[in-house]
């Protein structure tokens, strides 16, 4: 005979599959339409996020923050250094190295679409009450972080490292 509460647990686990899917469509496309009027596609803005938030990165770790393969990352960083938001530097750590970095323009562009996805999300939120606007902020906070460890990217004992870092 079937426990209540792991028929409970089943339901609100469905529940929360359908409604996160519903919200994470609904948030992909309001990005793509939000981010192209900025003229990058949603990974280039990713990208330049990343690097504005990092700092300078090699090709590959920025690949792996960003949970793209080397190759797709390049041709990303190829068209933003086209565009003016990113540059290749040397690594001062290694001389034959190359790390990618936002320029000015990038970090410009990545401030102006944080601003404008902030403004909307405030007005979003504006006729929800405090106590579920920071009640909603701690469920995200602890379901990315149970993500985070089911999919291996963080380390459960060691809470902020990453995984192969």
Request: charged share 35%; with cysteine; hydrophobic share 35%.
């Amino acid at each position: 005979m079937p426990n209540k509460r792991t028929d409970d647990l089943s339901q609100d686990a469905e529940a929360l599959y359908e409604a996160l899917n519903q919200l994470v469509r609904v948030y992909q496309f309001r990005d793509r339409d939000r981010i192209c009027c900025y003229d990058v596609s949603v990974t280039q803005c990713y990208a330049v996020e990343t690097l504005v938030k990092q700092g300078p990165l090699r090709l590959q770790a920025l690949a792996e923050e960003m949970f793209l393969d080397k190759s797709t990352a390049s041709r990303v960083v190829d068209t933003l250094e086209r565009k003016g938001y990113v540059s290749r530097v040397e690594d001062p750590e290694d001389r034959r190295a190359v790390r990618v970095q936002a320029t000015e323009a990038g970090a410009d562009l990545y401030e102006r679409i944080r601003a404008d996805l902030i403004a909307e999300e405030k007005e979003m939120i504006s006729g929800m009450p405090a106590e579920v606007r920071q009640g909603a902020l701690t469920l995200l906070r602890q379901l990315t972080r149970a993500a985070e460890i089911r999919c291996g990217l963080v380390s459960e004992c060691c809470p902020g490292q990453t995984k192969d870092k």
